[in-house]
Every structure is written in structure tokens, then in C-alpha cells.
């Protein structure tokens, strides 16, 4: 079993920068890929960015492409998203998530088998 607890959001400015955190309990987390979605008030849940295990490879929605950045360490169990040049439409609560099963990043939230309690950020203009 993995435990996941995201934690850094919060009310920033337009413009403005958080990074967000996904620490996680159990061994097996550094052999999981990790996406991280977002879903807004009356909205679906959207996929928003991935890394592999090993973290060698990551995959960017295209709204969030050279604004946010995905990371990890592996020898904290924690999956980072740095989020920068924020837009009011950026307002959601964030989730992370780890798939156990598969071999290639997923963009689908059906994928993945573990998910955090979630973490509001919310953009004011």
C-alpha cells in the first residue's frame, strides 16, 4: 500500500509561483510513475503532468507546457510540481497520483491506483 499527502498550495497572485509536494509512504513509490491532475469547481478532473519512476522521462499538458515542472527524489518518496507564471484559470485542487501497474506515463486518471487528499491552489488577478 502507498499513502500520498500533497502539501504547498495556497492563494498567490497572477504571475505568482508555488511548488507543490507529493511525499509518500512505502518502498515500492520509486518504482511508480506519478501524474499530477487538477480539477476545477464543476469541472473534471485534468490531467496536468507525469514522470517516470526513474524520473527520466515527463509529459506536459499543453496548458502548462514551460510553466510547470515536474521532478522528483526518489530517496525522499517525493514528486514535485513547480508551478510558475500562474494564470487565474490555473485555479484548482491539485492531486497526485501513482500508478503501480504501468510501464509507459498515462495521461488518464482511470490509471492510476493511488491518489493524495488533494491541495487547493487558487490564482487571484
Known amino acids: 500500500q502507498v499513502q500520498l499527502v500533497e502539501s504547498g498550495g495556497g492563494l498567490v497572485q497572477a504571475g505568482g509561483s508555488v511548488r507543490l509536494s507529493c511525499a509518500a509512504s512505502?518502498?515500492?513509490?520509486?518504482?511508480?510513475?506519478v501524474g499530477w491532475f487538477g480539477q476545477a469547481p464543476d469541472k473534471e478532473r485534468e490531467f496536468v503532468a507525469a514522470?517516470?519512476?526513474?524520473?527520466?522521462?515527463?509529459y506536459y499538458a499543453d496548458s502548462v507546457k514551460g510553466r510547470f515542472t515536474i521532478s522528483r527524489d526518489n530517496a525522499k518518496n517525493t514528486v514535485y510540481l513547480q508551478m510558475n507564471s500562474l494564470k487565474p484559470e490555473d485555479t484548482a485542487v491539485y492531486y497526485c497520483?501513482?500508478?503501480?501497474?504501468?510501464?509507459?506515463?498515462?495521461?488518464?486518471?482511470?490509471?492510476?491506483?493511488?491518489w493524495g487528499q488533494g491541495t487547493q491552489v487558487t490564482v487571484s488577478s
Open positions: 497520483a501513482a500508478d503501480s501497474r504501468g510501464r509507459i506515463i498515462s495521461t488518464t486518471p482511470q490509471t492510476y491506483d493511488y
Open positions: 512505502g518502498r515500492t513509490f520509486s518504482t511508480y510513475n
Open positions: 514522470i517516470s519512476w526513474r524520473g527520466s522521462n515527463t
